[in-house]
């Protein structure tokens, strides 16, 4: 067998692109290694919604250039977002690459890679169309209990600081059966959990209108030998009365909600084109939190957007202490060339931006801490995932709202549902004993 490195950036879609990249390279004789050193093949799957995602793969494409140079017949390939986004400017930059895939191209891999090894020279395609992954591409999974599946790709949503919808493409959804085809076939082979991946999973079936992501959530949450079922990403101008209902009655759904807001003033929403309102979003968690008082609440934070004033980070801070978040991804706004947000005036001082994400990290810290301390002798439903990275005594496992839960080792295995008392609930963690 080749041996074949696959170096993964950015988002969870990304992840899933790489499998079935693995699954195709597979049927070619390739087997995925873990380190660049020694492989036939190296492909980077990239990432480029933030400058510090595309530091990191020039940093990699030069590492790569070294060992090219010992080995001429390395085949080296760019994938994914930056590839889409730079095109051909890719290899002018750096010869030794052999090929630029885009988004839309996962499934040209096997024919590509072998038409370089018989031919060497460079191959470059980023066409954006209408044409999505088809469904007969085998896929390689990389976890041993959850499966990653893809149920749309691209975005309609135009957000002024994102360069996705430039580089995935308009919406296009998979057809449900296909769908709920795949999450069988996942857990025919071992899987009991998968997560729904999408740039906006609630706008699903908007395009050819024979389910909407409510209907699609019923059907995946009816498939035999299912366990649990999540989700991401949720904008909030899309999720509906009737998928929060979906989700109070579901049997397997996650009581999880990742529904990133990026700001917390109606000024700084509209500059990003979110398309709602401080007021309508604070309407939309408190139907889910009525409707599901279990559920937990997580979000996205951008700050440092153009514009922002101390008197909208205020208004940020007080809109935090407000919904109460379980947990918070929280970044810098970062300019990206394509996208509207990037030439807008008054950009903040990166000084400014680095004091204000503390405070906010700090903030949203003590709230997580707060709602932990809420769940202190509380039995929690745990799915177990292994051993811990510092101690292989102590193993950590999920609860179904997200939460990761640390114990002592007994006799459990990788995937069982165990009970798990928290006895010391923490901001990032829970500890606690199986009962």
């Known amino acids: 067998m080749k041996k074949a490195f696959i170096g993964v950036y950015g988002c969870q879609m990304n992840i899933s692109d790489a499998e079935r990249m693995e699954g ?6 390739y087997e995925r290694v873990e380190e660049m050193e020694g492989a036939d093949l190296i492909l980077l799957n990239t990432c480029c919604v933030r400058e510090t995602a595309e530091d990191k793969v020039y940093g990699k494409i030069g590492e790569i250039k070294h060992l090219k140079r010992a080995n001429p017949d390395l085949i080296f390939g760019i994938t994914g977002c930056m590839a889409q986004k730079e095109s051909d400017g890719l290899i002018k930059r750096a010869p030794h690459i052999d090929f630029v895939l885009g988004t839309n191209k996962v499934h040209e891999l096997t024919h590509v890679v072998q038409e370089i090894e018989r031919e060497r020279g460079h191959i470059v395609d980023t066409q954006l169309g209408e044409t999505e992954l088809p469904d007969d591409v085998p896929v390689a999974r990389g976890g041993k209990f959850s499966a990653w599946v893809p149920i749309m790709y691209g975005c309609n949503n135009f957000c002024t600081y994102c360069i996705v919808p430039y580089v995935r493409g308009r919406e296009r959804s998979r057809l449900p059966e296909d ?21 906006n999973v609630n706008s ?24 649990r079922v999540r989700f991401m990403t949720s904008h909030p101008k899309d999720l509906s009365d009737k998928v929060i209902a979906v989700i109070r009655d579901g049997k397997h759904i996650c009581e999880h909600i990742h529904l990133p807001v990026q700001y917390g003033s109606n000024k700084i929403l509209k500059a990003m084109n979110r398309v709602y309102t401080v007021e309508s979003y604070k309407d939309l968690v408190r139907r889910i939190r009525q409707e599901i008082p279990n559920a937990a609440l997580t979000t996205d934070l951008i700050v440092g957007f153009p514009g922002e004033t101390d008197e909208d980070f205020a208004e940020m801070l007080a809109f935090l202490k407000e919904i109460r978040y379980d947990s918070a991804y929280t970044f810098i706004y970062s300019k990206r060339s394509g996208t509207p947000a990037a030439t807008m005036e008054n950009q903040v001082d990166d000084k400014v931006k680095h004091e204000r994400l503390e405070q906010l990290m700090a903030l949203q810290n003590e709230i997580s801490f ?6 202190k002798d509380k039995v929690l439903e745990v799915m177990v995932e292994g051993p811990s990275k510092n101690d292989a005594a102590i193993w950590n496992g ?12 007994k006799d ?15 901001t990032w963690v829970l500890k606690g004993e199986r009962v």
């Open 24 to 29: 195709q390279l597979k049927t070619i004789g």
């Open 179 to 199: 769908v709920v085809n795949e999450v069988r076939e996942a857990v025919a082979q071992g899987y009991t959990e998968v997560t729904l991946l999408g740039q």
């Open 204 to 227: 699903y079936g908007k395009d050819h209108k024979l389910a909407d992501f409510a209907d699609l959530l019923k059907m995946v949450d009816e498939v035999p030998g299912i366990k």
């Open 370 to 375: 707060e709602i932990n301390q809420g769940l």
């Open 398 to 409: 999920r609860t179904r709202t997200n939460k990761i839960v640390l114990f002592e080792h």
């Open 412 to 426: 459990e295995q990788e995937g069982d549902f165990i009970n798990i008392k928290i006895t010391h609930p923490q």
